[in-house]
């Protein structure tokens, strides 16, 4: 066991000499199942492990940062650590699993020196549903600080097994488009096995391993850090934090190429880096990914409205953006008693400006709001769409959002975004901050993760950062395999952020032959977490649904206010409960090749009558039958079927 750990040697040499002083306290989570060590190897290098009742999960990992005029990766040594300290933390969010959350943890901040005695501060905080910790470098001697590399790693068993969405190499794709993390799942694979296209895995990354399941991201991100992923370590299990790709900067208008990796004159702060830590149902219900991102920032909530939107790209694509189709979705939306109607791009060329007042005036009048698109990029990829680099600068962004403010836009959806670097992460953030000052909801496509931003901006309501619908209407090689892509977004991408999936399709898809049965697409809806919901399926789909299935639709929360994992694994199938004032909304699917039974009880929900809507006979049919929470349920789901039931 090649290391020394700091606690370890004071207790040996308590054991030999007897001891004066109290020993420190060992950092645990408020119901002791969680257990941190932080250490300095024999090779002095900083260390971490944590157990879980009592069993090791995260084994020995490094810990470390290096800038450009300060290396805390080799020679260091814990100069001190704080007292235990509890958190706490009670904010609400209107974009989540849950409306009400309550965060406790116990923190502690050790000091790390090197051999010039510069100083690292290095904090973790370990609730009961997992372990986060940061970098902070206050050190006044240090000016500026400039990131060089992070040597941070998350060693798991080797016999764990992982669900991991590969980063896509930069500038490749559609219109050099990448990365947007957009690529199909490797679920199920042995820890150590090689991302399929050579550059690492993206957030969240989950694995399993024995009785225990991780699921590994960060959150907090400010601007003045890039956006990080995982690759492969050194050791059988091991995975390290890996910097953006060069190519992943922000361009200005000018031509002018911002910074790809973080930097600061004052403090220099990371990302928490979070490891959700638990059973299966402690990881579902975890909302780690936001307790540990910063509050919100001051802002006028009253044009904060989550919702459901129709959208007519998803099925018709192009030639559709036109007055008079997208008046016929907002008389749609109004018929669905939804919320939003979303035109897409080359809206400016198709409908332009004045229309669109008139389109927004005639939505107006039946209480539905309209969302237009934005295409992010200036010199960064290729993309022929418009709008296109009207929103580069501040002032830019500024008289866009302002005439958007005046016709009567209640949000923008922005597309093609070209990587993580930090001047990406600040042009995000920038973008977020200038929406929200224009009272304009957001809505982040081709796009990198969220990493708890719903939490800071309010009005960012959802973000793409998944292979969605799309894709499957394409080709039928995304097609295919969609039962069990979706089953692990459910358990991986979706775990804290909202994902902008834009589910269900009941009718038929262009030349693709749907594999999916209209149950599974209509449990979607209550799965899918989005702050708007952008649903696929257009009018002529819709109509053939029964008027049980389309009430449904209408009457669909747009807010949750609680969550309850009942069963499921990724990748094969999952069955989730969402609360919403008194009522209980549980779906499930099967992505299996074989039937599926299920088996659960309802007294979660209380006393409360309820419908059950699953399969007819036939892939596109519904059958509705009437429930009681008292009465324990057996469904049975063909393969890529699903249900829906509501408890009230």
Known sequence: MKKIGSYFVMLGACVLAGCSKPMPDLLTSPDKQLHVKVFVTEQNTLAYAVDRAAQPVILESDLGLELTAADFTRGVAIESQSSITPVTDDYSMRVGK???????ANEQTFVINNAQQQKLNVTFRVSNDGVAFRYAVTDPVIAQKQFVKETTSFNVAATAKAWLQPMAVAQTGWSNTNPSYEE????????????TLKQGWVFPALFNAADHWLAISETGMDGTWHGSHLQLGEKPGEYTIAPPQTPEVFISGSGEKGALLAN????FESPWRIIALGSLAQLMESTLGTDLAAPAIPVDYGFIKPGHSSWSWAILKDDFTTFDVQKKFIDYAADMHWDYTLIDADWDKKIGYEKLQELVDYAAEKNIGVLVWYNSSGDWNETPYSPKSQLITHEQRVAEFSRLQKIGVKGVKIDFFGGDGQSFM????????????HH???NFHGATLPRGWQRTYPNLMTMESIKGFEFTTFSQADQDPVAAHVVT??????????????????????NIKRVTENSFELAESVLMISGIQHFAEIPEGMATAPEYVKDFLRELPREWDDVKFIDGYPGKFVVLARKAGDAWYIAGINAEAENKILNFDLNFAGDKPGILITSGDTERSFVQQEINSKTPQTITLRPSAGFVMVLK
């Open 489 to 510: 977004a459910l358990f991986a991408r979706n775990l804290f952020d909202p994902m902008d999936y834009t589910p269900m399709a009941f009718g038929d898809i262009p």
């Open 184 to 195: 199909h799942y490797q679920s199920a694979v042995s820890a150590g096995t090689e991302s």
């Open 98 to 104: 849950k409306s009400k959350i309550a965060y406790r």
């Open 426 to 437: 600040q042009y995000y953030i920038d973008i977020l901050q200038d929406a929200a000052a």
């Open 440 to 442: 304009l909801l957001v």
């Open 264 to 267: 600061a004159s004052g403090t």
